[in-house]
């Protein structure tokens, strides 16, 4: 799934983000301001994630961009 960086926001400021979620969405959001392209966020547990996540089209993770 794909969030902007003001939807991501929201979810930290709603609480609907809680645990060891709100560092990886706050370091997500701090490099989106710092002027990277885009972050995921992925399940390291998961076999070839990183690899899933980036090259194919549904991905398995969530992706923050800025716009």
Do not use: W, Y
């Not at 989106?32 to 996540?53: C, F, Q, S, Y």
Request: glycine fraction near 10%; include cysteine.
């Amino acid at each position: 799934s794909t969030l902007t960086a003001k939807e991501a926001e929201k979810l930290s400021s709603d609480r609907t983000v809680s645990g060891g979620m709100i560092p990886k969405l706050t370091c997500c959001l701090q490099a989106i301001k710092n002027g990277v392209g885009k972050t995921h966020i992925i399940d390291g547990r998961v076999e070839h994630a990183l690899l899933l996540e980036v090259f194919t089209t549904e991905g398995i993770g969530t992706q923050i961009v800025l716009n």
